[in-house]
């Protein structure tokens, strides 16, 4: 091609060439380099020292995008998912999405779009992220919630720093059947911190937490209690609503399902300082476990301790009202080391994704949702009870959407024979949980309000045809 | 050019008063008798909306938003290149968004093979041992990498005496605070005056005290740290660990790695690098690599194969835990693995060689009208100060927005007074590059009053932002009538 420089040592084609999103015209290229007064691009990387150079990356060529497309559905195709009845969840729901929120967080001003730093130029962002706070906070039942978390486990890794920062207090209560993953991610929040946790235990019977043990747990050092509603074991707990009658000094740190809080009472009534919760369930598909959303709602008296980004209501030189990022001098960009966390990028558009479908599903919708999750996890509790060796009334509690199963053999076993009739489920309670003893063979199926009464029937059947 | 966004009286979403009419499939049964005594939600107050009016109203928010596809992102540090939409249209197909997290290897082959093959890239991209898909955002990977330093300092033994972490003053807000969460001390050593970190001041913060120092190269500056080799050895002969802050990747791609330079730990920016969309500040993805010898502090599950099938790998003993509950943000992940193969080795170096040249011709345009404090060879951004001026970063951003473009990152890096920070990126073409660099300098000319009254043409206008703070309106009952 006319008036092209030579770009890189491989003589063939420009280097520009396969750059292949944009039109890139070598004169265009020439007419820069010109410009800038340089002969060859390598002139732009005379500063990184010829000892530690790359040469070349090696991995394949580029290829087109209808190959890369294709590609990506012949290996996605080794994945088994349309066809399968699904009974899996424990912590991430296939629930109903309704359409209007994939078409509107596919709206590529939204998609597309980064933190709003120039708030003039991205209200449409800042006024969501505003909704999102006031729906949350009012789901919840508390004062405010931050602009976001990754996800429920890491919102409750920032719980924790957060108790600890609000009273320097140096134990946390955790209950002994929080899931394994989350534990997990909760001692890597408090690395750095010198903390202590210990387990309170449940009651054999109903499955409720123990009052008493907790309340012999509680001391002058205990800075936060973790309660979690529904519990572990999918339990609807009333006992949580009477920890701030033993509480003490304490902070309530509450983990909670969304869902359920369309018919459950919400965590700010029964004196919960911090709210954390996965918010997945809330229109945004499973994707193998992430991209999640992390609710993080608290107290007003808490605000400056509290992590994340935070979205404010103001007005502009007008007076029209006006939305924008507040309350930073607690952010990394500007306290650095003194920060109250590290979060930078956060779930915006998931926080989006949620905010659509609060808005979509409404507040009958929403109760709706709880209530016909509520009754199908009965049904499929009594239909599995029927089966020889199967018994789902190990605890007398309600089950919101996960339902502790008894088998009569690894439930491993049970979930490859059900794989095999097209079923995806049960989760063995062994992949779930490390402090919980004596549960033996048991696993988890769950239901949400896409669970019809066929589906538990083709259940039903197939546990008991694999006996 | 002209330019004027949609600007509508947008109601809260709590002001309509239209209905819900949303409906569920609903089998029946009785839940208010299930539900334990007390614990019955009597008032749930949700806004209630008819789907039409809630559509209307995300749409119109939509339009009072700019995004990369409606012009270019030259914000600084945070690599607002284009996504491609080939990678939206993977991660649409149901065969990977409805996948459940807990589902059984076998059920999840397809899956576990992007992410193995993702580690696969990202290895040979950096030039380090092994991978992590874990952490969710770069700072969340920083904060793993300060994890996995911890647990090597207390492996060894050392993790009673190593307590500090140096950062220089360049580095992002996130290096200090992810440093601090770990439990460390923060040492900041300062620039010189070509922007690269002072060796001296370094030598004198290195002691046995260092834990690890945490760098960004090319650092925020836009600056490649030459002496990058020489303090690799400062610090690796003080004992300690050697931090790559993977915001500034997109430069260096098939010309250098964090690896060859002789790095221990790094952390990738997906959402930068590989062009996965930024969705207004997230989801992001912030993977993390390692050498050989710290591979076993790795969390876990990582991916495995072993030659006929792709398995979770728990095995490592040492593994620091984990830092989320599952794979990772494999929404994001599988963009990424999109955004690599569709470019492939050719292209991902094209990319970064089309970045640092845009990112040089602003520099020559624009340092006639702005200062250059560090002046000399770019590579993926440059930052300019509006001091010779006479006017503000703040005030020039605000002139570029009611433009139709982008402002640059302003006040950042600290050590620059009023900084404008521009990244380019390698998806914009010259004529908007320099349509770009136009405005800044009618900006520069435009006059005190005029740069005071803008914007005039976005659905606001110059924002209180001191009256946010003060009356604290964080939701939308909190609003006093």
Redesign the interface.
């Known amino acids: 091609m006319k008036g092209r420089k030579t770009?890189?040592d491989k003589p063939k084609i420009s280097?520009?060439?396969?750059?292949?999103?944009?039109?890139?015209?070598p004169d265009?290229?020439s007419?820069?380099?010109d410009?800038?007064?340089i002969k060859s691009?390598n002139?732009?990387?005379?500063?990184?020292?010829s000892?530690?150079?790359?040469r070349?990356?090696?991995?394949?060529?580029?290829?087109?995008?209808y190959e890369?497309?294709k590609?990506?559905?012949e290996?996605?195709?080794?994945?088994?998912?349309?066809n399968y009845t699904?009974f899996?969840g424990?912590?991430?729901y296939?629930r109903?999405i309704?359409s209007?929120v994939?078409?509107?967080?596919?709206?590529?001003?939204?998609?597309?779009?980064?933190?709003?730093?120039?708030?003039?130029?991205?209200?449409?962002?800042l006024?969501?992220?505003?909704?999102y706070?006031?729906?949350i906070?009012?789901?919840m039942g508390m004062?405010?919630?931050n602009?976001?978390i990754?996800?429920?486990?890491?919102a409750l890794g920032e719980a924790v720093?957060m108790a600890h920062r609000i009273n320097e207090k140096t134990e946390i209560l955790i209950p002994e059947n929080i899931?394994r993953?989350?534990m997990?991610?909760i001692?890597?929040?408090s690395?750095?911190?010198n903390l202590k946790f210990v387990t309170y235990s449940f009651e054999k019977g109903t499955g409720y937490l123990d009052l008493n043990d907790l309340s012999s747990k509680i001391s002058a050092n205990t800075s936060a209690i973790i309660c979690e509603n529904p519990n572990s074991f999918g339990i609807?707990?009333?006992n949580v609503?009477k920890i701030q009658e033993i509480k003490g000094d304490a902070l309530l740190i509450s983990y909670v399902d969304p869902i359920s809080?369309?018919?459950?009472?919400?965590p700010g009534s029964y004196g919960a300082d911090i709210s954390v919760a996965e918010g997945q369930q809330l229109g945004i598909?499973?994707?193998?476990?992430?991209?999640l959303l992390g609710l993080f709602s608290f107290r007003k008296e808490y605000?400056r301790k509290s992590p994340g980004?935070?979205?404010?209501?103001?007005?502009?030189?007008?007076g029209?009202r006006?939305f924008?990022m507040?309350?930073q001098t607690r952010?990394?960009?500007?306290?650095?080391?003194?920060?109250t966390?590290?979060?930078?990028?956060?779930?915006?558009?998931?926080a989006?994704a949620s905010?659509?479908y609060?808005?979509?599903?409404?507040?009958?919708?929403?109760?709706?949702?709880?209530?016909?999750t509520?009754?199908?996890a009965?049904?499929l509790r009594d239909a599995v009870s029927g089966i020889r060796g199967y018994d789902a009334r190990i605890l007398s509690?309600?089950s919101f959407s996960d339902v502790l199963v008894k088998m009569p053999k690894n439930p491993?076993d049970v979930?490859?024979a059900l794989?095999s009739r097209g079923i995806?489920g049960p989760?063995p309670s062994s992949?779930l949980f490390s402090e919980v003893k004596g549960l033996g063979n048991t696993a988890f199926f769950s239901v949400t309000?896409?669970?019809?009464?066929a589906m538990i029937k083709h259940l039903v059947d197939s546990l008991g045809a694999i006996q | 050019m002209s330019y004027h966004q949609a600007t509508y009286d947008e109601r809260l979403l709590n002001e309509f008063r239209s209905g819900s009419t949303f409906k569920i499939p609903g089998e029946t049964g009785d839940a208010d008798a299930l539900i334990p005594e007390g614990m019955n939600r009597k008032e749930l107050p949700l806004p209630s909306l008819a789907e039409y009016d809630a559509v209307k109203h995300f749409t119109r928010l939509s339009q009072m938003n700019y995004s990369v596809d409606l012009g270019i992102y030259p914000l600084g540090s945070c690599t607002m290149k284009y996504n491609p939409k080939y990678a939206d249209k993977i991660a649409s197909m149901e065969h990977f968004s409805e996948m459940h997290p807990l589902q059984p290897e076998y059920s999840a082959q397809g899956s576990l093979r992007i992410m193995y093959e993702l580690q696969e890239y990202l290895k040979k991209i950096s030039d380090m041992d092994a991978v992590t898909l874990q952490p969710l955002a770069g700072a969340h990977g920083e904060f793993t990498g300060i994890l996995i330093v911890r647990k090597y300092l207390e492996d060894t033994g050392q993790l009673g005496t190593r307590r500090e972490i140096i950062v220089p003053d360049s580095a992002h807000g996130t290096n200090p605070a992810s440093a601090a969460m770990g439990g460390f001390e923060v040492v900041e050593v300062p620039s010189d005056s070509g922007g690269m970190i002072d060796i001296g001041a370094l030598k004198a913060a290195l002691s046995e005290k260092t834990a690890a120092l945490m760098i960004t190269n090319p650092s925020t500056l836009g600056l490649f740290e030459k002496n990058v080799v020489e303090i690799a050895k400062l610090v690796h002969d003080a004992g300690a660990l050697l931090y790559y802050d993977g915001a500034n990747f997109n430069a260096i791609l098939g010309i250098t790695s964090p690896g060859i330079m002789g790095f221990d730990i790094v952390h990738f920016n997906l959402h930068k690098t590989f062009a996965t969309p930024h969705g207004g500040g997230g989801p992001g993805a912030g993977p993390v690599a390692v050498k050989k010898r710290l591979e076993k502090y790795l969390p876990v599950p990582r991916i495995g194969f072993d030659g006929n099938k792709y398995f979770e790998d728990y095995s490592s003993e040492k593994s620091i835990g984990r830092i989320s509950p599952y794979f990772g943000a494999f929404g994001v992940l599988l963009r990424a693995w999109a955004y690599i193969t569709y470019h492939g080795s050719d292209g991902l170096e094209a990319n970064s060689r089309k970045a640092v040249l845009n990112t040089n011709y602003v520099s020559r345009k624009l340092s006639k009208y702005l200062s250059d404090p560090y002046g000399g060879v770019k590579k993926h951004e440059v930052v300019l100060s509006s001091s010779n001026t006479g006017e503000r970063a703040l005030d020039i951003a605000k002139y570029l927005i009611d433009n139709g473009v982008h402002a640059p990152t302003i006040y950042f890096p600290l050590i620059v007074k009023e900084a404008l920070m521009i990244e380019p990126t390698e998806t914009v073409n010259k004529d908007d590059l320099d349509a770009f660099c136009n405005t800044i300098i009618e900006a520069t000319k435009a006059g005190h009053e005029d740069l005071q009254q803008r914007p005039l043409n976005l659905s606001v206008g110059r924002i209180d932002e001191i009256k946010a703070a003060r009356d604290q309106i964080l939701t939308w009952s909190l609003q006093k009538n």
């Open positions: 770009i890189t280097t520009y060439d396969v750059t292949p999103e944009v039109d890139i015209l265009e290229n007419a820069m380099m410009f800038i007064g691009d002139e732009l990387f005379s500063d990184i020292p000892a530690i150079r790359k070349g990356i090696s991995i394949n060529k580029g290829m087109s995008e890369v497309v590609l990506a559905e290996i996605g195709s080794a994945n088994s998912i349309d699904n899996m424990c912590g991430i296939d109903i309704p209007a994939d078409s509107i967080i596919g709206r590529t001003e939204f998609l597309t779009s980064y933190t709003p730093y120039q708030a003039e130029f991205s209200q449409g962002m006024q969501s992220l505003f909704e706070q006031s729906l906070s009012d789901l004062d405010m919630t602009s976001s990754y996800d429920g486990a890491t720093r899931y993953s989350k997990d991610v001692h890597s929040y690395a750095g911190l609807i707990d009333p609503t809080l369309g018919t459950v009472v919400p598909h499973r994707q193998f476990g992430g991209p605000l980004r935070i979205i404010g209501m103001t007005s502009d030189t007008k029209k006006a924008v507040t309350i952010e990394q960009h500007i306290r650095r080391e003194k920060a966390s590290n979060i930078c990028t956060n779930q915006a558009l998931m989006l905010a659509v609060l808005s979509v599903v409404g507040p009958d919708g929403l109760r709706k949702i709880a209530k016909v509520i009754s199908q009965k049904k509690g309600t491993a979930q490859k794989y995806l989760v992949a309000e896409k669970t019809t009464d």
